[in-house]
């Protein structure tokens, strides 16, 4: 019912920035609360950050919080600028739904999109 396609990954050196957008189409946009997640090869996914439905509410992982900033705009589009990155967060990075009032890592995620690659090198 949700469709996502991420954008904005590519290759930055450690230390640099770069910032990753999610568009979504086939429902409103402020019906889901959405967010980030990431795999590394050989590394089970991870969640990164989320957003609540109404934009209000954010939820960040340990690794990237004081970094990373999620947000969405009125436009069904989704964000995650991501300062200072470190080899760590090399991965593909997805985005994902879940209900309005549930952001964090232990809701109910899905409509996954295909995901984009950040390759961060030293």
């Known amino acids: 019912q949700v469709q996502l396609v991420e954008s904005g990954g590519g290759l930055v050196q450690a230390g640099g920035s770069l910032r990753l957008s999610c568009a979504a189409s086939?429902?409103?946009?402020?019906?889901?609360?959405m967010g980030w997640f990431r795999q590394a090869p050989g590394k089970e996914r991870e969640f990164v950050a989320g957003?609540?439905?109404?934009?209000?509410?954010t939820s960040y992982a340990d690794s990237v919080k004081g970094r990373s900033t999620i947000s969405r705009d009125n436009n069904n589009t989704m964000y995650l600028q991501m300062n200072s990155l470190e080899l760590e967060d090399t991965a593909v990075y997805y985005c994902?739904?879940?209900?309005?009032?549930?952001?964090?890592?232990?809701?109910?995620?899905?409509?996954w999109g295909q995901g984009t690659q950040v390759s961060v090198s030293s």
């Open positions: 994902a739904t879940s209900s309005p009032y549930c952001s964090g890592s232990g809701c109910q995620w899905g409509n």
């Open positions: 086939g429902r409103t946009f402020r019906s889901y609360s």
């Open positions: 957003v609540s439905g109404s934009g209000y509410t």
